[in-house]
């Protein structure tokens, strides 16, 4: 996932450090469309910090082209 700058990047860095500083093996996130992505990112970066694997559940196959955007 490429990282943008985003104005929530607050919540991503927050989110990413709070995950890999719980050392987090399995990340499970649940998103619909129109969501907030900065916390995706966070998360994506999270996983590459711990080494450990993000999962995104998400509604539909729509959602989910949206999401991999």
């Known amino acids: 996932m490429q990282c943008q700058v985003f104005r929530e990047s607050g919540v991503a860095e ?5 995950a890999a500083g719980w050392n ?5 996130e649940t998103w619909s469309q129109g969501g907030l992505i900065a916390t995706s990112v966070g998360l ?11 999962v995104c559940v998400v509604p539909d196959e729509r959602a989910r082209s949206e999401y991999a955007e």
């Open 24 to 28: 987090s093996q399995l990340i499970v």
């Open 14 to 18: 927050f989110i990413s450090a709070m």
């Open 44 to 54: 994506a970066l999270a996983r590459s910090h711990t080494c450990g694997r993000h």
